[in-house]
């Protein structure tokens, strides 16, 4: 189908022409980029609307973005930019020196967590791990590119300035409904739990049969809601393949494994033990004393818990700290750019993660994924998603539930799968 010059009343002569290509009616990508255009201050005009017939068939659209300013201009094409919109008028990419470490040039391109592609020599090249509020290094003789954080950076160092030559491409949601198309990127409290977690379930299936990866997020309330045990079997079942969480998961589950008791209350019958509150230094102190968590559990000091299956079964962990930590674990990274840099290393092998009661540590991994991970989290309070889609991480599905009825219902389910296949 081609609609030829349909057109909005203007007279505005500042004009870029920009084209947009794949399921941009599904998605809603079409509608906002023309909501975009008039909420800036634009006008438009559709030069060609060619609409896929199929479910599989990308729709193709060429508009031309008019105004009176061409400041305005430049600002509308910026934000259009976002959307997936491409200028027509394709040139190479702007590339300028970092003229010291850390000190980018003016107006350098920051990145999305989108699916990024740069014009370099007249070729369109892939940015590998793309992750959001990133730079784009280029060496041009090689065509080799990286997507580094400023702290990376080095004098000399060519970095992508503007957007000439830069295309992204925002996540599309085609014709045929995905797995979790009915919760449509939102969180509620409203939604049916076990039809949701039986949804994940299934989906952390898939991911493993195709030969991904399945990260988890923890925050210490899996321990004290008592699923740290459930949770150790996921991990042990080959469930979990990477775990991303702070000092304070490890050292609870670690006092748990030790004591019994989680922040001195017995897990078993609910109660403060006394001096319980002691429990979690005593866990520090015991692992420091053995060297590390790895050397805890060769000596036979631990030998269950979640930090214990992980050893056990060679699941990577990555333990950031934080200014109010205890001890620390030694495993604990507490430089966080080194944090930053630890988890990065495991980000580019993950498909799906699981980001379960920790709202800071899920905003902190959810800025160094992709869009296109599959990213579900797990809180009791729904403002917790909210913040976490907020901060750039808008590929994230929200499930309202306590974490100690969540990991449960989730390993039953997972349970209930991998019976049925064998």
Not at 162 to 171: D, L, S, T
Not at 203 to 208: D, R
Request: negative net charge.
């Amino acid at each position: 189908m081609n609609m030829d010059e349909i057109s909005c009343k203007t007279s505005k002569t500042f004009s870029h022409d920009v084209e947009l290509h794949g399921h941009i009616i599904d998605s809603g990508i079409m509608e906002q980029v023309l909501d975009t255009i008039f909420d800036m201050g634009g006008d438009f005009e559709i030069l060609t609307f060619n609409i896929g017939k199929l479910k599989e068939d990308p729709s193709y659209a060429k508009i031309k973005v008019l105004t009176d300013d061409a400041e305005k201009l430049e600002r509308i094409t910026s934000q259009l930019h976002r959307h997936g919109a491409r200028l027509v008028d394709i040139a190479d990419v702007n590339l300028k020196p970092v003229i010291a470490d850390k000190v980018v040039p003016h107006g350098f391109y920051s990145t999305t967590n989108f699916s990024t592609e740069i014009r370099v020599g007249g070729e369109w090249h892939e940015v590998p791990d793309i992750e959001m509020d990133c730079l784009v290094v280029v060496v041009p003789e090689t065509k080799s590119i990286r997507c580094l954080p400023i702290s990376h950076l080095k004098a000399g160092d060519l970095v992508v300035i503007g957007e000439q030559g830069v295309q992204v491409k925002p996540p599309e949601r085609a014709r045929e409904s995905g797995i979790f198309e009915f919760m449509g990127g939102q969180v509620s409290s409203e939604r049916p739990t076990r039809t949701t977690i039986k949804k994940i379930a299934e989906e952390i299936c898939e991911v493993h049969a195709r030969g991904g990866k399945v990260a988890l997020v923890g925050g210490p309330a899996i321990i004290h809601t008592g699923a740290a045990e459930v949770l150790a079997g996921l991990i042990r079942e080959g469930h979990i393949d990477v775990l991303f969480a702070g000092n304070a998961l490890a050292t609870h589950d670690i006092e748990c494994s030790l004591f019994g008791t989680s922040l001195g209350m017995d897990l078993k019958t609910g109660q403060l033990i006394s001096a319980g509150h002691k429990h979690h230094l005593y866990a520090i102190s015991e692992i420091i004393r053995a060297g590390s968590i790895r050397e805890a559990v060769e000596k036979g000091i631990l030998t269950s818990g979640i930090m214990y299956e992980c050893v056990k079964h060679d699941v990577p962990y990555v333990l950031a700290g934080s200014i109010r930590d205890d001890g620390p674990l030694p495993d604990v990274i507490t430089d966080s750019v080194a944090a930053q840099d630890a988890m990065r290393a495991y980000v580019p092998g993950i498909d799906m993660v699981l980001m379960v009661a920790t709202m800071l540590h899920s905003v902190a991994v959810g800025n160094c994924l992709p869009a296109r991970v599959r990213t579900i989290c797990v809180d009791i309070n729904p403002s917790t998603v909210t913040k976490l889609m907020d901060r750039g991480t808008m590929q994230a599905t929200g499930v309202v539930s306590d974490a100690g009825t969540f990991i449960p219902m989730l390993a039953e389910e997972l349970t209930s799968l991998c019976s049925n296949k064998r």
